[in-house]
């Protein structure tokens, strides 16, 4: 069974970059047809869908945030990577990384989606973004 774990630091300063790692085991990222997601919730807020990187390598991000966004793997080491540039304390949230079996398409510009759109999920990490 997969399991997904999220690591980084959990307090980011205005303007800099939030650097999150998704630790894979029991399955390997680069499997057919595996969709690999990071999806954060505000606090009172509703599961917001980043983006993702495909067992390809392949890479989509929501509309509302591809500016900002970069997704990136370390197929030695199992691991996918979210990077947030110049983040604000509305980018403040629970962060989890994901596993989907097919694609995913955004047809919006915010991203919501529910926790059954998914079939694995790490535990989540709080990242507060504070000076």
């Known amino acids: 069974q997969v399991q997904l774990q999220e690591s980084g630091p959990g307090l980011v300063k205005p303007s800099q970059t939030l650097s999150l790692t998704c630790t894979v085991s029991g399955g390997s990222i680069t499997t057919n047809y595996y969709y690999w997601s990071w999806i954060r919730q505000p606090p009172g807020k509703g599961l917001e869908w980043i983006g993702y990187i495909a067992y390809s390598g392949s890479t989509y991000y929501s509309p509302s945030l591809k500016s900002r966004t970069s997704i990136s793997r370390d197929t030695s080491k199992n691991q996918f990577t979210l990077q947030l540039s110049s983040v604000t304390p509305e980018d403040t949230a629970v962060y989890y990384c994901?596993?989907?079996?097919?694609?995913?398409?955004?047809?919006?510009?915010?991203?919501?989606?529910?926790?059954?759109?998914?079939?694995?999920w790490g535990q989540g990490t709080q990242v507060t973004v504070s000076s």
């Open positions: 994901a596993r989907r079996g097919t694609d995913y398409y955004c047809s919006g510009y915010v991203c919501y989606v529910s926790k059954a759109d998914f079939g694995s």
